[in-house]
């Protein structure tokens, strides 16, 4: 199992940006497919991106892409969310998650199909 934990949540203006961290103990975090997701509230957990073990290949939610860029570093056991262009719909929490596999894209946007998470940052956008 690999322990995450988030970092880099805050306030920022609405066309402000982000980056939020997630570093990871445990296991091997370069055996791990990483995500990102995130949580308004009353609405249900939401996929954002995905980034694979070697950080080769990446996906994204098309309500995200060209804003938001995932990446990681094996070294510093850390995945990263660079978020741009907020607005005030991006208000959420922002989880990362883990998984020992990579899958396809509908199954890979649920929450259930991913192993471990974090605790979650705030991230809170203002008009």
């Known amino acids: 199992q690999v322990q995450l934990v988030e970092s880099g949540g805050g306030l920022v203006q609405a066309g402000g940006s982000l980056r939020l961290s997630c570093a990871a103990s445990?296991?091997?975090?370069?055996?791990?497919?990483m995500g990102w997701f995130r949580q308004a509230p009353g609405r249900e957990r939401e996929f954002l991106a995905a980034?694979?073990?070697?950080?080769?290949?990446?996906y994204y939610a098309d309500s995200v892409k060209g804003r938001f860029t995932i990446s990681r570093d094996n070294a510093e056991n850390t995945v990263y969310l660079q978020m741009n262009s907020l607005n005030p719909e991006d208000t959420a929490v922002y989880y990362c998650?883990?998984?020992?596999?990579?899958?396809?894209?509908?199954?890979?946007?649920?929450?259930?199909?991913?192993?471990?998470w974090g605790q979650g940052t705030q991230v809170t956008v203002s008009s």
């Open positions: 998650g883990a998984d020992l596999s990579w899958r396809i894209p509908p199954k890979m946007v649920l929450p259930t199909q991913w192993g471990s």
């Open positions: 445990g296991r091997t975090f370069s055996s791990y497919v």
């Open positions: 980034i694979s073990r070697t950080g080769d290949t990446t």
